[in-house]
């Protein structure tokens, strides 16, 4: 009879609730090995094969997950906007200043890829040279910009950030920053990726400080307008 009631207790297998766990655990299962023989071999020459051996599932279990290899790094991309919706919310809740979100940003953007500059190198790669991986991480560069936008239209009304380019054009800014730096850093990794990146956000903030007013715009902005 206890294991009668043990099987009909949330912790079921068949419990919705169960079956959700099992399908989490799965999938980052397939896509900690995909990133692992990312860093390994290339992207290029990772094959789905490889990735289901190393997860030790099922090229069908893989499919229903990922529909294409190309979606590993989507998922990866989306992971990172997921990141960043999580601290700039958390720091709309505390209205944290603005250089301390920067800060936990560039550090939380940075901790995944951070692992390995090979891993960087071959997202990179992955995503200059798939269609499929570049336009859903298109997809969700556009999705960060949205909220990087709104969070400095809020410095802006608060005074903290220069209200003379538009916000979304600093959130460009802000991405090209840390592409940049990411690159960079895959190429010569000397230190820490995210002591870096923060290094390079605390620079970048003293332009987009607030400034006096009247203080005429930089030629690059006089000429560009807004955008």
Same mark, same amino acid.
């Given at each position: 009879?206890? @294991?009668?009631? #043990?099987?009909? $207790?949330?912790?079921? *297998?068949?419990?919705?609730?169960?079956?959700?766990?099992?399908?989490?655990? @799965?999938?980052?299962?397939?896509?900690?090995?995909? %990133?692992?023989?990312?860093?390994?071999?290339?992207?290029?020459?990772?094959?789905?094969?490889? @990735?289901?051996?190393?997860?030790?599932?099922?090229?069908?279990?893989?499919?229903?997950?990922?529909?294409?290899?190309?979606?590993?790094?989507?998922?990866?991309?989306?992971?990172?906007?997921?990141?960043?919706?999580?601290?700039?919310?958390?720091?709309?809740?505390?209205?944290?200043?603005?250089?301390?979100?920067?800060?936990?940003?560039?550090?939380?953007?940075?901790?995944?890829?951070?692992?390995?500059?090979?891993?960087?190198?071959?997202? #990179?790669?992955?995503?200059?040279?798939?269609?499929?991986?570049?336009?859903?991480?298109?997809?969700?560069?556009?999705?960060?910009?949205?909220?990087?936008?709104?969070?400095?239209?809020?410095?802006?009304?608060?005074?903290?950030?220069?209200?003379?380019? *538009?916000?979304?054009?600093?959130?460009?800014?802000?991405?090209?920053?840390?592409?940049?730096?990411?690159?960079?850093?895959?190429?010569?990794?000397?230190?820490?990726?995210?002591?870096?990146?923060?290094?390079?956000?605390?620079? %970048?903030?003293?332009?987009? $400080?607030?400034?006096?007013?009247?203080? *005429? #715009?930089?030629?690059?902005? $006089?000429?560009?307008?807004?955008?």
């Amino acid at each position: 009879m206890a @294991i009668l009631r #043990l099987a009909r $207790s949330d912790d079921s *297998p068949a419990t919705p609730g169960r079956r959700a766990r099992r399908r989490a655990e @799965i999938r980052e299962r397939i896509f900690r090995a995909a %990133l692992r023989l990312f860093a390994e071999r290339g992207y290029a020459a990772t094959t789905v094969h490889d @990735i289901t051996e190393a997860a030790d599932v099922g090229k069908g279990t893989f499919f229903n997950y990922f529909p294409t290899k190309e979606h590993l790094l989507g998922a990866f991309s989306s992971m990172q906007v997921a990141k960043l919706e999580a601290v700039l919310h958390d720091a709309a809740t505390q209205r944290a200043p603005t250089a301390q979100v920067l800060r936990r940003l560039v550090r939380a953007l940075a901790e995944e890829p951070g692992r390995s500059p090979a891993l960087v190198r071959a997202m #990179l790669t992955g995503l200059l040279t798939a269609p499929a991986a570049r336009a859903l991480a298109v997809a969700n560069l556009q999705r960060g910009r949205r909220r990087l936008a709104a969070w400095l239209a809020q410095a802006q009304r608060r005074g903290e950030i220069r209200r003379d380019v *538009p916000p979304r054009r600093l959130a460009h800014y802000l991405q090209q920053a840390f592409f940049g730096g990411l690159a960079l850093w895959a190429l010569e990794p000397v230190g820490r990726l995210a002591d870096r990146l923060e290094a390079g956000a605390t620079t %970048l903030l003293v332009g987009l $400080s607030a400034r006096p007013a009247g203080t *005429p #715009l930089s030629p690059v902005h $006089s000429r560009r307008g807004k955008g």
